[in-house]
């Protein structure tokens, strides 16, 4: 399973609207994720692993409760291979977004 099935899977058990990167649908609460790549464990002038740095970000109308929800994506994140995120409110006026931030190694470089 590569790392974009890894956490669509992981995500879409609590928040069923999600896409990579840039979201297009209608619904009030959605998520989006994204990641940078670091290589890792170089041997014999390559890498011999890839460190994500992964972002998951959960967008919801002003209002809607949301601590259950943050709660179950770090679980389930952190159940999919994921260091437990770390959280940061990034919300706004227009509405909430919570950014969930934590980290992913595979050797399939």
């Known amino acids: 399973m590569n790392i974009d099935e ?45 460190l994500y740095l992964v972002q998951v970000h959960l967008l919801t109308a002003k209002g809607l409760p949301t601590r259950q929800k943050r709660q179950a994506l770090k679980r389930a994140l952190f159940k999919a291979g994921c260091t437990y995120p770390s959280e940061v409110d990034a919300s706004d006026p227009e509405g909430q977004h919570f950014v969930l931030e934590c980290q992913y190694t595979d050797g399939d470089v």
């Not at 979201?23 to 994204?34: D, K, P, S």
């Open 6 to 50: 890894r956490l669509t899977a992981a995500i879409t058990l609590v928040v069923p609207e999600t896409a990579p990167r840039i979201y297009e649908g209608t619904a009030q609460e959605y998520c989006v994720y994204n990641y940078n790549t670091v290589p890792r464990l170089h041997a014999n002038g390559r890498p011999g692993a890839a």
